[in-house]
């Protein structure tokens, strides 16, 4: 059993609930980080991976996606390729934090295994329809491919458990002051997502934002083995562009806070309330305005983050990367 201060995950004896997930990524490093995290963790079963546009083009954020899963060994997950492109935007892409490659800063072997011939859509809705228990969606990048499943197979909903994303911000945007970047890049599918009636958890910048890692973090990552010196690297390699970006502090690793949050409900605290996505105005385009105090009277569609319990998701985060065979 590993015990970490502040966080006990179950004594393996115990019957452990499997969570089955599907991660819909824009790798990205948090993305990359987040994806290991999920293939460690016991809690989790990854039944497949989707990529969207997001970070990088599409044919990188695949790539990646390839490479971070062949880096692990999980050649058995499906990887099914989606949108190119936003419902109705053109793609806004984030080399200045990620790099061309999206991945810039580590160097990865080339993928083991190739694309699944479905596609991110026609993937999603195999494994969800297959699966014994209602699935958990974990996106971490813009929605589109969310969006255009809930649009094509309106009828698997009744096995989706939730939704828990990375994305919006019930306080200032990092793309714009009004807006968090997955959301900023395609509102209209956010707006699908958050209108669709699914449970959500809306994990946002006010709580990814506290998941920052800097020396004490990289330090610790480093006595993970080879994949916790890539983690390392991943985050190391950010710090630098995020700095020159934002101008200062640790990169915080966005997408690994959403999948901690399915391992580990607990992670966060939550509220629900009314969000509603910004599409009309150019100035505030893709702003979750999240109605906090129930102003509104509107039924809430969302459990949305306010605190991280930074401790417990470290402790998450090192358990789930130990567990991966080195
Ligand atoms: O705003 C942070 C989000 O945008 C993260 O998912 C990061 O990977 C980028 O996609
Ligand atoms: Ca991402």
Same mark, same amino acid.
């Given at each position: 059993m590993f015990a970490f201060a502040g966080w006990h995950p179950f004594c393996y004896h115990q019957a452990m609930t499997v969570t089955p997930v599907l991660l819909d990524v824009d790798p990205g490093h948090d993305d990359a980080v987040a994806l290991m995290l999920a293939c460690g963790a016991p809690e989790l079963a990854v039944r497949a991976v989707t990529t969207v546009a997001g970070n990088?083009?599409?044919d990188k954020t695949t790539r990646n996606a390839l490479q971070?899963?062949?880096l692990i060994g999980r050649e058995d997950i499906p990887v099914g390729a989606g949108a190119e492109a936003p419902l109705a935007r053109a793609l806004r892409t984030a080399e200045d934090v990620h790099g061309e490659s999206g991945l810039d800063g580590v160097k990865l072997a080339e993928p083991t295994f190739s694309i699944d011939r479905r596609g991110a859509?026609?993937?999603? !809705?195999?494994v969800v329809? !297959?699966?014994?228990? /209602?699935?958990?969606?974990i996106p971490t990048g813009p929605l589109t491919n969310i969006a255009t499943f809930l !649009?094509?197979? /309106?009828r698997l909903k009744e096995n989706i458990d939730r939704i828990v994303l990375m994305g919006g911000s019930i306080g200032p945007g990092n793309t714009t002051p009004a807006a968090e970047f997955n959301v900023y890049v395609d509102p209209e599918a956010a707006r699908v997502v958050f209108e669709s009636g699914l449970r959500i958890t809306m994990v946002g910048l006010d709580v990814?934002?506290?998941a920052t890692t800097g020396p004490k973090e990289v330090e610790r990552l480093r006595t993970l083995g080879r994949i916790g010196e890539v983690t390392a690297d991943l985050v190391t390699f950010s710090s630098d562009d995020y700095r020159k970006v934002f101008g200062s502090g640790d990169p915080p690793i966005h997408d690994a806070v959403a999948v901690a949050a399915v391992v580990e409900p607990a992670v966060l605290e939550t509220h629900p309330m009314r969000v509603e996505i910004e599409c009309e105005s150019e100035l505030t385009r893709g702003e979750t305005v999240c109605d906090l105090r129930g102003v509104w009277g509107k039924t809430p569609n969302a459990e949305v983050a306010l605190e991280l319990d930074r401790e417990t998701f470290f402790g998450i985060l090192y358990r789930s990367l130990g567990e991966l065979v080195d």
């Open positions: 990088v083009p599409l971070v899963l062949s859509v026609e993937l999603m !809705a195999d329809e !297959a699966s014994a228990e /209602p699935v958990t969606l !649009a094509e197979y /309106p990814t934002r506290q």
